[in-house]
Structures are given as structure tokens and as C-alpha cells.
């Protein structure tokens, strides 16, 4: 009990003391369902903020006797003001039922059975009410529902009712259910009240939660980002020591839970809640080890934390973002360390030591997060051209800037010298160069071919022509 609160007030941060206290009483485990109705005078959720195709979906669904509801993070976004990235349904038709009724119905998945329903580039994500695993009958053996012995879940396609289905959902704040004939939302876990508070709490039991699906506890850090939630200290206290359970999990689903970590628009936070929680070191460990370090004298969390805060920018300007750019700035520290390991100890040249110091940090960081080919390639790329953003003689600096990588290469090369890397004001030169007209171009290219330190070229040894050749020999 002690434990619980003092971990209570050291961990549930914002707000003041009399806050921290209700988060402590506030504190319990769901279990159980209890059914509160929220009329629409009470959610005030206007209708046009609704998704006709999601509400095309359900109606459907409920037209050919099922039941149709919208579900999950649409509904909490809306009750919170916010625009819904996408909208899902939930309902008691089996997934094979519910692919029949839609002509672009498309069933996937076999861990956890779905349905698609396509409009245009619009998708509809519909899923069938899931139950307990113990729910499912002895008989089964396994088809539907199936869990390891750590309690992982294997194979989740036990149904059941929508009650049994919001007792299944992770989080209080997600089990809401939104009907579009009464225009009611359905509450069973009491998310109404903790989507108020501003509390993101796990239902039912969290560590058994967390060991039937670790990324779980990615989803706790992000939600907690994204909404500026606290999270309540039952369902918090588990995290740290369960942490490197993430490590089982496929390093292709955790490069997809990073990139919603960190390019929905949140991602300092994401990264701060991933700090406290320890669970940052399973997603990049030669990373964390980096910080952890006590001879560490490079920026690496000051280059981190400005990637991540110029990508919530951009994305607030509604401009592009690149997984390979991100990825190139948080692993370019363990790069460079290798790099200037391989140089000093193999006598390596810069370009080969850090090819080769790519390939191993690459290596080591997929078995984490798979970064896939279409990423790593122009991570390599953009790494290679910070030993080639120094080289600005002649018409070189001109030829740099036609590459293709260049833009994203000289963004690592600012923010590198904004994290306080000394780099000589290497970033303002470029910045200076790409405002500047033709001529003043080839004065700043003048100017760095007369400042060169490398030596001169040696003259090569004119080979005596023939002519000379005979003349030679016929004076001798």
C-alpha cells in the first residue's frame, strides 16, 4: 500500500498536490462491467463530426440483424475535441459474416481476425466483439484463442458480447461504444469519467495485461503523450520491470509502434514518457547504452530530443516527414563512435569506417525495429553525405546540392550544430550557399578552393616522346 502511493506521487505527474491524491484514490482495477448510458445531450458529439462510411458500416451491420457500433479511439478523440485519425466498428457478427455483406469487405489477419471495408482511399476497420480466453470452450483446443506459457497472447479470436468485448479493450478511455440508431454512447469500464480526469487506466489486471500483449505498454507511453493523460499508478507500477518483455515481440510491429510513437505529432512527449517508463532501451539499446554512458561526450539526447521536436513541426505545418530521416538522427552518435573506433583501432579510412559502422549499427538496430530497405538505404545515404557536407571547393558544393539526399543530409548537419556539436559553422556556410545567387556561389567556392589545407597536387613526369627518344640516341 505504501509502495503503490508513493509511486503514485513521484510518477503521476502535472497538476497539484490535491490532483496527485485523487489520482491515488481514483486508483483501482477494472474488473467488472458497469453499463452507463451517455445520452447525446450529455457527450454533445455533433453529428457531422461522424464518418459517413463508419456510420455506413454500422448501419449495414444493424440492417442485417447485427449489432454496429463505433468504437475505441474515434469516440474518445471526439469527447475530447479532437479530429479522429480513423474510425473502427465493433460488432457481434463473426468476421466471415461480416466480410459477406460488404462488396469490399476484405478479411485478413489470422492472430486477431479483421475486417477491411474499402471506399476509396477511406478504411473501414471492423472487428467482431472478442471474450476472455477462458471463455472459449474446452474443445476448441487452441483454434480461437491461444496464449504461451508467459501469458503472451498467441491467437485472439474468442467472441463474445459487447459487454465481454469492453472488459477485452485495453484502456478504460477506449471502451466506449458510440450506437448510431439512439446516438448514445455506451460506457461499461467507467471511461467516461476517467476521459474527464484525464487518467488513462488499464482494464482489469495490468500486469496480466501487459504480459498478454506487451506493446501494451507502448500504447500506455503513446496515449499518455498524445492526450497529455496521467496514468494511473496501478497500471504504471508493472511497466518498468516488464519492460523487456518487448523484446519478444516481432521487430516489424515494433517499427510500426515507433512510428506511431513518434510521427503522430507528439513525439517529445512519446520520447519522455518512454524514458520514465524504461522502455525506450528495448526499442534502440545501443542507443540507450550511449546515454548511459559515462564517458559520453557527444549530444546524442540533445540531437534526439531536436529531431524529434522539428518533426512534431513539420507535421504541425502539414509537411512530409520520413521514418529513414528520424532514424538517421537518433542512430547517427553509435554510428559516429564506431566510425571513429574503426579509424583509430583498424586504421580505417573515414568513408570505409563508416560504411562499415552503418552496416553493424543497421544490424544491430533491426533485430530491435525492422527497418525496412526503402528506410535503411537512405539512412546510409544521408550519413555518408555528412562526410561529404565539409567538401565545398570548386563546383563540389554545387554538385552536393543536386543530390537527392542533400535537403534531408543538411537538416541532420543543422540540428547536429543546434545540439551543440562543433562542426566550425559548417551548417551556416550551407544555409548561406543555398540563399546565395550564382555569383556569389562561386565567390563562397573561391574562397574555400584558396582556404584548402590539403596538399598540392604533385606534377606528373612528362614520358619522353619518341621523337626526343631517337634524337637521344643518335647524339649518343
Request: charged share 30%; hydrophobic share 35%.
Amino acid at each position: 500500500m505504501l509502495k503503490s502511493i508513493s509511486n503514485a506521487l513521484s510518477k503521476v505527474f502535472g497538476g497539484n498536490k490535491q490532483d496527485h491524491q485523487d489520482a491515488i484514490e481514483d486508483s483501482e482495477i477494472i474488473t467488472s462491467v458497469n453499463k452507463r448510458l451517455i445520452t447525446e445531450d450529455e457527450h454533445q458529439i455533433p453529428r457531422r463530426h461522424l464518418d459517413d462510411n463508419a456510420l455506413k458500416v454500422a448501419y449495414r451491420l444493424q440492417d442485417a440483424g447485427f449489432e454496429g457500433y463505433l468504437v475505441g479511439g474515434c469516440i474518445r478523440d471526439l469527447l475530447l475535441n479532437k479530429r479522429p485519425k480513423d474510425f473502427d466498428v465493433a460488432t457481434d457478427a463473426h468476421p466471415e459474416e461480416a466480410a459477406e455483406l460488404f462488396r469490399r469487405g476484405r478479411l485478413i489477419g489470422r492472430r486477431f481476425k479483421l475486417v477491411h471495408v474499402r471506399f476509396g482511399r477511406d478504411l473501414i476497420e471492423v472487428a467482431t466483439f472478442r471474450a476472455s480466453h477462458d471463455s472459449q470452450s474446452e474443445e476448441s483446443s487452441g483454434e480461437q484463442g491461444k496464449q504461451c506459457d508467459s501469458g503472451m497472447i498467441l491467437r485472439d479470436n474468442v467472441y463474445g458480447t459487447i459487454e465481454d468485448d469492453a472488459l477485452r479493450r485495453d484502456f478504460t478511455v477506449n471502451a466506449l461504444y458510440y450506437c448510431p440508431k439512439d446516438h448514445c454512447v455506451y460506457d461499461f469500464a467507467n471511461g467516461y469519467e476517467d476521459l474527464k480526469k484525464g487518467v488513462l487506466r488499464m482494464i482489469g489486471n495490468p500486469e496480466a495485461r501487459y504480459k498478454e500483449d506487451p506493446v501494451r505498454m507502448l500504447r500506455a507511453a503513446r496515449f499518455a503523450a498524445k492526450l497529455n493523460f496521467s496514468i494511473d499508478s496501478a497500471s504504471e507500477e508493472p511497466i518498468s520491470e516488464l519492460a523487456p518483455m518487448l523484446k519478444r515481440i516481432a521487430p516489424a510491429r515494433l517499427f510500426d509502434e515507433a512510428l506511431k510513437l513518434f510521427q503522430s505529432g507528439h513525439a517529445i512527449q512519446s520520447y519522455q514518457q518512454l524514458q520514465r517508463l524504461d522502455l525506450f532501451e528495448p526499442l534502440f539499446p545501443q542507443v540507450q547504452r550511449l546515454l548511459q554512458s559515462d564517458q559520453l561526450d557527444m549530444p546524442i539526447e540533445k540531437l534526439i530530443e531536436n529531431a524529434l521536436k522539428n518533426t512534431d513541426r513539420r507535421l504541425a505545418q502539414r509537411k512530409s516527414v520520413t521514418p529513414a530521416f528520424l532514424f538517421a538522427a537518433i542512430l547517427w552518435y553509435p554510428t559516429q563512435q564506431l566510425m571513429q573506433k574503426l579509424i583509430r583501432d583498424n586504421k580505417m579510412p573515414p568513408l570505409p569506417a563508416l560504411h562499415e559502422a552503418a552496416n553493424q549499427v543497421i544490424a544491430e538496430q533491426v533485430r530491435s525495429t525492422a527497418i525496412p530497405r526503402r528506410f535503411s538505404t537512405p539512412i546510409r545515404e544521408i550519413w555518408e553525405m555528412q562526410l561529404r557536407l565539409p567538401r565545398r571547393h570548386g563546383n563540389k558544393a554545387a554538385r552536393l546540392m543536386e543530390q537527392p539526399r542533400f535537403r534531408a543530409a543538411y537538416d541532420l548537419l543543422l540540428l547536429r550544430e543546434q545540439s551543440g556539436e562543433d562542426l566550425g559553422g559548417l551548417s551556416q556556410w550551407w544555409t548561406d550557399f543555398q540563399n546565395a545567387d550564382e555569383n556569389a556561389r562561386e565567390k563562397m567556392s573561391r574562397n574555400q578552393n584558396n582556404g584548402k589545407s590539403s596538399k598540392p597536387r604533385r606534377s606528373r613526369r612528362r614520358k619522353p616522346s619518341k621523337k626526343n627518344n631517337e634524337q637521344v640516341n643518335h647524339d649518343g
